[in-house]
C-alpha cells in the first residue's frame, strides 16, 4: 500500500512506499481511485490540529471501489461498486484517502453517481459537496433568483469556485468576493460571477451591526469580521451558509440581523451529514454541475506531489480544486 503518513504528533508527514495495510479498519474495504487536496488536508499536513489520532494517513475524501465488505457492513455494497466518501473522520480520527487502499464504515458511503466519472467525482470532492449543501440550505431557505443577488466569500478556492458554477447555473446573480480580483477576476466569471469583488470591502473591520441591504444571500467561507459584515448587509429574510472560517473563528456580530431582519445563518456541516443529505447532494452535484466548467478548475497531482502542495493551499494560492493520483 502507497500512503502518505502522519506517524506522531508534530511529525513531518512523508510518503510511504509500503505501508502496512493493517493499520487500516473498517468494514468496507476499497482500491483508492482518486482523492481531492482540500483546505482541511493542508492543514492536517502542516500540523495544525486537524488530526486527532496518530499514525495518521489523510485525506478527507476518496473516490474507490469496493473489494470486499465484511459481514458486518450493511449489506448495501458489494465487490466492485464504485464509492465516494466525504467526511466521516477520515482523514482526521481515522485514516483517509491519500493511499492506494482504505477501509471505511459504511454509513457514509454514497455510491458513484452514473454521469461522474471517479475522476470528475475526486475533483468535485469535500469542497464540491460543501458547495452543494449550501445551495441547498439556501434553496431550503426559500431563496429564489427572484430574490436578488447572492454574494460567494472565497470565491476562487475550491468550494467557493464551484458554489460560483452551481448558483450561476441556477440562474442566480452572483458577486463573488475575492482576494486576487486582477488574478481571478476572469477566472471567476466564466464561472457565472457578474461582478467580483475585493474581498478588503468586507474584510478588513467591523462595520455597523446594521448596514445597506446588498444581498438576499450569501454562501460564506471564510467567517470572522467577513461573515459579520455579510450577515449586517443581508437583506431581510435572507440565508447565509457559513462552512468555512479562513480568516478565523470568531464572529464580531450582533443579534441585530436575525432579529431585526429575520437572517438565518445556517451551518454547514459535511463531516456529519446524514445519508439522505449526502445522496441529495450528489445527486444535485451530478446533474447541474457543468463538466467543462469542472474541468477548467481543476488541476491533477499526483501523491508524490501533496506534500509540497499544503503549504500553497494554506496561502490562498491553490484556484479551484486538485484531484490527487494516488497511483502517481
Not at 473522520?89 to 458513484?112: C, K, M, N, Q, Y
Not at 460567494?152 to 467557493?160: D, E, K, Q, R, Y
Not at 437572517?263 to 439522505?276: D, E, M, R
Request: net charge negative; proline share 5%; with cysteine.
Amino acid at each position: 500500500m502507497r500512503a502518505v503518513l502522519i506517524e506522531s504528533e508534530g511529525a513531518a508527514p512523508r510518503l510511504v512506499e509500503d505501508a502496512d495495510e493493517s493499520l487500516l479498519s473498517g468494514d468496507i474495504g476499497l482500491d483508492v481511485l482518486a482523492s481531492g487536496l482540500n483546505y482541511k488536508d493542508g492543514m492536517a499536513l502542516a500540523g495544525t490540529g486537524i488530526a486527532r489520532t496518530h499514525p495518521l494517513i489523510p485525506g478527507i475524501d476518496l473516490v474507490g471501489r469496493v473489494t470486499d465488505a465484511a459481514e458486518t457492513a450493511d449489506g448495501r455494497f458489494s465487490a466492485g461498486d464504485l464509492v465516494i466518501l466525504n467526511g466521516d473522520g477520515i482523514g482526521e480520527s481515522v485514516h483517509g484517502g491519500f493511499a492506494t487502499r482504505a477501509r471505511v464504515r459504511p454509513d457514509a458511503l454514497v455510491r458513484l453517481p452514473a454521469t461522474l466519472s471517479p475522476d470528475r467525482a475526486a475533483a468535485i470532492g469535500t469542497a464540491g459537496f460543501t458547495a452543494m449543501l449550501a445551495v441547498l440550505a439556501l434553496e431550503d431557505g426559500g431563496v429564489t433568483p427572484e430574490s436578488g443577488d447572492v454574494l460567494v466569500t472565497g470565491a476562487s478556492g475550491g468550494a467557493g469556485s464551484i458554489a460560483v458554477a452551481l448558483l450561476a447555473g441556477r440562474g442566480f446573480r452572483v458577486l463573488a468576493s475575492t482576494g486576487r480580483t486582477e488574478e481571478n477576476g476572469e477566472y471567476l466569471r466564466e464561472l457565472g460571477a457578474a461582478e467580483v469583488l475585493d474581498r478588503r470591502e468586507l474584510s478588513e473591520q467591523p462595520g455597523r451591526p446594521l448596514q445597506s441591504q446588498r444581498f438576499a444571500a450569501a454562501i460564506d467561507g471564510v467567517g470572522s469580521t467577513t461573515l459579520a459584515n455579510v450577515l449586517a448587509q443581508t437583506t431581510w429574510g435572507g440565508t447565509v451558509a457559513a462552512y468555512g472560517m479562513a480568516q478565523g473563528p470568531d464572529l464580531p456580530a450582533t443579534v441585530l440581523p436575525f432579529i431585526l431582519r429575520g437572517v438565518t445563518l445556517a451551518g454547514i456541516n459535511s463531516v456529519q451529514c446524514p445519508l439522505p443529505l449526502r445522496e441529495r447532494a450528489w445527486d444535485a452535484l451530478a446533474g447541474e454541475l457543468d463538466p467543462e466548467l469542472l474541468d477548467g478548475m481543476t488541476t491533477a497531482i499526483g501523491l508524490s506531489e501533496v506534500i509540497d502542495h499544503a503549504p500553497r493551499i494554506l496561502a490562498g494560492e491553490v484556484r479551484g480544486r486538485t484531484v490527487v493520483e494516488v497511483d502517481q
